[in-house]
């Protein structure tokens, strides 16, 4: 199977979702990517923490840090 992403205004999102679902079932998967798994959770939680405690460094920073090994 293909993979198609797709970026939809709201005001024709259930459109499009009733025109997918009209398609037979085992030519097409609706994959809802929307979820917010554990793992999601846990690593947004670190981040918010590390955030408030000032732990964070500018992507320039990293790119020295990263560089400079």
């Known amino acids: 199977m293909?993979?198609?992403l797709l970026e939809?205004?709201?005001?024709?999102?259930?459109n499009v979702l009733w025109f997918l679902n009209?398609?037979?079932?085992?030519?097409?998967?609706i994959i809802d990517?929307?979820?917010f798994s554990e793992d999601d959770?846990?690593?947004?939680?670190?981040?918010?923490g590390e955030m408030r405690?000032?732990?964070t460094i500018s992507f320039d920073q990293l790119k020295k840090?990263?560089?400079?090994v």
């Open 8 to 14: 939809v205004d709201e005001s024709i999102y259930d």
């Open 65 to 68: 840090e990263l560089l400079d």
């Open 41 to 48: 959770r846990v690593a947004y939680e670190k981040a918010l």
């Open 22 to 29: 009209q398609l037979p079932k085992d030519k097409i998967e």
């Open 2 to 4: 293909q993979q198609v």
């Open 53 to 55: 405690a000032k732990e």
């Open 33 to 35: 990517d929307t979820s």
